[in-house]
């Protein structure tokens, strides 16, 4: 399957001598939702500033739909929707015109019904003929939204969508994207929360230091680096874990009422049949059993710690 956006060798370093990205390969599949996950600073918004057309990149290159962003940069501009992490809205237009504009700009056809639909999905009709200083921030966040999908593009990057913003608003951009991306909008999503990223991404590319650490499938990337643990609450508290227990690990909480047994979710056998059996062995009983899934949160901070 052909990439919608091939990045290759992308490289930028400032005329301060500050390097903001280095060597970053990344394909974006057609109809996905990335989310790009790393710290202030990593080198997010750079990376989606440059396929955008906002900044140029220092070596490397970056097609659209097969097109070069630098030579054909009329035809992936037009394919392409940002919506900016800052508030940039002028103060005295009204939310149509702001929009109505917008599509203007890139040679589109005035289209009065999508128009009106789109603001009706960003819950903005209502504040259609409202200037823009008595808006809300979140109610500018929609109007950033509804300026980037004017022109009807194929590519949507959410730069920190929900930076900001309450936890209503960031819920219904969730809900949002979704709906883009069953219409076939493919969606690229940067973003330092992580419960972002478990909510909506398909894939997820982990960004640091102007680095992609790597890119892969949410679900294969939690497999892979993800760890399991038992946790296993005592009937009575130990002082020690016995010798014969030695070989699993264990851990204890701190009143001894709890061991923690940590497996690889991809191992041939968990070992947590015999450990049960050798707990019994030992004479501890057990009260309860929970089990607790490493977070996309860990896994994350796991690997920028390593790096």
Request: proline share 3%; hydrophobic share 40%; aromatic share 4%.
């Given at each position: 399957m052909q990439p919608i956006v091939s990045i290759q060798s992308l490289s930028k370093v400032y005329d301060s001598g500050y390097q903001a990205l280095c060597a970053v390969d990344l394909d974006i599949f057609e109809g996905e939702i990335l989310a790009l996950l790393g710290p202030n600073g990593a080198g997010k918004t750079t990376l989606i500033s440059i396929i955008c057309g906002i900044v140029s990149g220092s070596t490397g290159s970056v097609r659209v739909a097969g097109h070069d962003i630098v030579s054909e940069y009329r035809i992936t501009r037009d394919l392409i929707g940002l919506v900016p992490q800052e508030l940039t809205l002028g103060a005295f237009d009204t939310v149509w015109n702001t929009v109505n504009f917008s599509r203007g700009l890139f040679g589109k056809k005035p289209d009065v019904a999508y128009l009106e639909q789109l603001l009706k999905d960003l819950s903005l009709w209502d504040k259609r003929d409202s200037e823009l200083r008595e808006l809300?921030?979140?109610?500018?966040?929609?109007?950033?939204?509804?300026?980037?999908?004017?022109?009807?593009?194929?590519?949507?990057?959410?730069?920190?969508?929900?930076?900001?913003?309450?936890?209503?608003?960031?819920?219904?951009?969730?809900?949002?994207?979704?709906?883009?991306?069953?219409?076939?909008?493919?969606?690229?999503?940067?973003?330092?929360?992580?419960?972002?990223?478990?909510?909506?991404?398909?894939?997820?590319?982990?960004?640091?230091?102007?680095?992609?650490?790597?890119?892969?499938?949410?679900?294969?990337?939690?497999?892979?680096?993800?760890?399991?643990?038992?946790?296993?609450?005592?009937?009575?508290?130990?002082?020690?874990?016995?010798?014969?227990?030695?070989?699993?690990?264990?851990?204890?909480?701190?009143?001894?009422?709890?061991?923690?047994?940590?497996?690889?979710?991809?191992?041939?056998r968990t070992g947590i049949t015999a450990l049960l059996q050798d707990l019994h062995n030992a004479g501890l009983a057990m009260k309860d059993l929970k089990s607790s899934q490493t977070s996309l949160e860990e896994i994350f901070v796991s690997l920028v710690r390593a790096q």
């Open positions: 809300s921030g979140g109610m500018k966040r929609r109007v950033l939204i509804a300026k980037a999908l004017s022109h009807e593009p194929r590519i949507l990057f959410l730069d920190e969508p929900t930076a900001g913003v309450d936890v209503e608003l960031r819920q219904d951009m969730w809900k949002m994207v979704h709906r883009l991306n069953d219409s076939g909008v493919t969606i690229i999503l940067t973003t330092h929360y992580i419960e972002e990223a478990e909510e909506i991404a398909d894939r997820v590319g982990i960004i640091n230091q102007g680095q992609l650490l790597l890119v892969d499938d949410k679900k294969n990337l939690m497999q892979k680096l993800g760890k399991k643990q038992l946790l296993i609450e005592l009937r009575h508290s130990i002082g020690q874990i016995p010798p014969e227990l030695a070989q699993y690990e264990l851990e204890t909480s701190a009143d001894g009422a709890h061991l923690i047994y940590t497996y690889d979710t991809q191992g041939e």
